[in-house]
């Protein structure tokens, strides 16, 4: 119930192209969903968000979609570029009071993205 | 650079010793966080602490000691640890523990037990 899985463990885009991460959850309490971004000795950094009542979020060159219904949500990052190349988490978070994973980030298990210039 | 600063950058400490890791927010956040980060895995989650009590340990050796002197201030107090406690310590806060505000991390201390 507390699983937040991802995929792929690691992609290769060429510079200019779209990168695709995928998360599925299974515990429908959680009602707030973060990507963070890490490079290399740094900590993780909040890239974008989304809650359940909206399908897609943009900002920028970054995009989450989320489907309710399966349970899965996204991120896009169009026209790829070598400065992307980092970590990325996507997350799940439970705002309301109540149960075990209350205020508990859970993490997904990472895809490295290497932007080829 | 990070609005959460933590001290040491990096510590090597031997299985005796006893040392402490700082963490510091000026942004008026109620919830700070410790986490552990192996290489490649994601973070994970040690304490909680929300308005200055501690609210989530999660089954945390006793190794690892939190303190939280007040609203800007996290401390990790470590203790006899072992080579696999060498990690990549995170520290992070939000506005609150049950809100949408999101997590802000430091850059982290890098722990090498030896």
């Known amino acids: 119930q507390q699983q937040v899985k991802q995929s792929p463990q690691s992609l290769i885009v060429q510079k200019g192209g779209i990168s695709i991460i995928n998360c599925a959850y299974e515990?429908?309490?959680?009602?707030?969903f973060p990507w963070y971004q890490q490079f290399p000795g740094k900590g993780p950094a909040l890239l974008i968000a989304?809650?359940?009542?909206?399908s897609e979020k943009k900002e920028g060159r970054f995009t989450i979609s989320f489907n309710k219904s399966a349970k899965q949500f996204s991120l896009h990052i169009m026209d790829s570029q070598p400065g992307d190349s980092a970590t990325y988490f996507c997350?799940?978070?439970?705002?309301?009071?109540?149960?075990?994973?209350?205020?508990?980030?859970?993490f997904g298990q990472g895809t490295i993205l290497t932007v080829h210039p | 650079d990070t609005e959460v600063t933590q001290t040491p950058k990096h510590l090597v400490m031997g299985m005796t010793n006893k040392k402490s890791l700082k963490c510091e927010q000026h942004?008026?956040?109620?919830?700070m966080y410790w986490y552990k980060q192996k290489a490649k895995k994601p973070p994970e989650l040690m304490f909680v602490y929300s308005y200055e009590k501690l609210s989530i340990n999660e089954s945390v050796p006793s190794r690892f000691s939190p303190e939280c002197p007040n609203s800007s201030l996290l401390n990790l107090h470590l203790h006899a640890l072992q080579p696999e406690d060498s990690a990549l310590y995170l520290c992070?806060?939000?506005?609150?523990?049950?809100?949408?505000?999101?997590?802000?991390f430091g850059n982290g201390t890098r722990l090498t037990v030896t």
């Open positions: 989304i809650r359940p009542d909206v």
């Open positions: 942004m008026g956040h109620r919830a």
């Open positions: 515990n429908t309490a959680f009602d707030y």
């Open positions: 997350a799940a978070y439970r705002s309301n009071a109540g149960g075990t994973s209350y205020g508990k980030l859970t």
């Open positions: 992070a806060s939000s506005q609150d523990r049950g809100s949408y505000s999101p997590l802000h």
